[in-house]
T-cell receptor, first 116, second 108 residues
Framework: DVKVTQSSRYLVKRTGEKVFLECVQD?????MFWYRQDPGLGLRLIYF???????EKGDIPEGYSVSREKKERFSLILESASTNQTSMYLC???????????????FGSGTQLSVL | KNEVEQSPQNLTAQEGEFITINCSYS?????LHWLQQHPGGGIVSLFM???GKKKHGRLIATINIQEKHSSLHITASHPRDSAVYIC??????????FGEGTQLTVNP
């Protein structure tokens, strides 16, 4: 089975801190995604990557950046954490052919980030 | 109007009942995903389909591309099916648009 591992289950940070959320997958998937999930808003795409060093903005990229130096690892960076970034962050991966997803997504267990 | 509408938002059933969750979408899609999220946050992909019908165990997913509608059915529901079910149409460019989910509770 595919395993997508997120580095922390719960994280508490202070406003202004730089925050790194790490995600590792073990199935050589091309596509990796970062989502946030908020009550009443559902899942929203922050960034995704379809290859090493490739990244594309999702629907809500402001305040975030990403890094994909190796195929198995996709990092989400909050340059200066703010309280409105308190959320559940979910990483996902899938095999990809070109720019179309068309494959099942595999999710990590999520990181609940609280910014105080 | 949301691009993805799920109904019902909440559903309570008795063990053994047949359950249907509906998803309507307004965007053009290449495929549609059904996801299951258990308490605690973990999300599992149940189906990815682009036409017709798929079945896995007690779960059946159907899609009508012309009508922009998909349904998820659970036969012989069980308390362990209690979860949030999320519909996610996939548009071009690897993007998914997520519904807000249907909270299903199956009572013994």
């Amino acid at each position: 089975d595919v395993k997508v591992t997120q580095s922390s289950r719960y994280l508490v940070k202070r406003t202004g801190e730089k925050v790194f959320l790490e995600c590792v997958q073990d199935m050589d998937h091309e596509n990796m995604f970062w989502y946030r999930q908020d009550p009443g808003l559902g899942l929203r795409l922050i960034y995704f990557s379809y290859d090493v060093k490739m990244k594309e903005k999702g629907d809500i990229p402001e305040g975030y950046s990403v890094s994909r130096e190796k195929k198995e690892r996709f990092s989400l960076i909050l340059e200066s954490a703010s309280t409105n970034q308190t959320s559940m962050y979910l990483c996902a991966s899938s095999r990809g052919l070109g720019s179309y997803l068309n494959e099942k997504l595999f999710f990590g267990s999520g990181t609940q980030l609280s910014v105080l | 109007k949301n691009e993805v509408e799920q109904s019902p938002q909440n559903l309570t059933a008795q063990e053994g009942e047949f359950i249907t969750i509906n998803c309507s979408y307004s965007v053009g899609i290449s495929a549609l995903h059904w996801l299951q999220q258990h308490p605690g946050g973990g999300i599992v992909s149940l189906f990815m389909l682009s036409s017709g019908k798929k079945k896995h165990g007690r779960l059946i997913a159907t899609i009508n591309i012309q009508e922009k509608h998909s349904s998820l059915h659970i036969t012989a529901s069980h308390p362990r099916d209690s979860a949030v079910y999320i519909c996610a149409p996939e548009t071009s460019g690897s993007r998914l648009t997520f519904g807000e989910g249907t909270q299903l509770t199956v009572n013994p």
